[in-house]
């Protein structure tokens, strides 16, 4: 099961992976995508459990009060949708895709949280605070 990450530790976890694209020419994938969670209506604590499974090892997911928001390492926004329309078929749930990538939706980690900040906003109407 992969583990909980504190949403505090986001920004800096974003900055350390935009720092190891931009210092190898080798990197495979220069992309990632942030993703959001709206959690906080499901009260099935197996649904929860499941989401901790079901992403990869190298997938880090964070802790945002009922929801999570899970950095994509290597993955493009099509990739990004692929994963999230997989989890609603397997958890016959229905999910808004709330995604943003790196480099489209901003350069920096500030700009990819304002960027997952607003279409958050946009798609559920919550303000994230982090």
């Given amino acids: 099961m992969t583990d909980l990450f504190p949403i505090i530790t986001l920004k800096s976890l974003i900055s350390h992976h935009i720092a190891l694209i931009d210092r190898s020419d080798t990197y495979t994938t220069q992309e990632f995508a942030l993703l959001f969670l709206k959690m906080e209506d499901y009260d099935n ?5 499941s ?8 997938d880090i997911i964070f802790n945002v ?21 997989g989890l609603c078929k397997f958890l016959d749930q229905k999910f ?26 946009k798609h559920y109407e919550i303000a994230l605070e982090f």
């Fill in 65 to 85: 009060g009922e929801n999570y928001v899970i950095l994509l390492p290597k993955t493009n926004w099509n990739g990004a949708v692929e994963l999230l329309s």
């Fill in 51 to 58: 989401i901790q499974i079901i992403f990869r090892d190298s």
């Fill in 45 to 49: 604590f197996e649904i929860k459990k």
């Fill in 96 to 121: 808004t895709d709330c995604i943003v990538t790196y480099p489209d939706d901003g350069k920096s980690a500030q700009d990819m949280i304002d960027s997952l900040k607003n279409v958050v906003q």
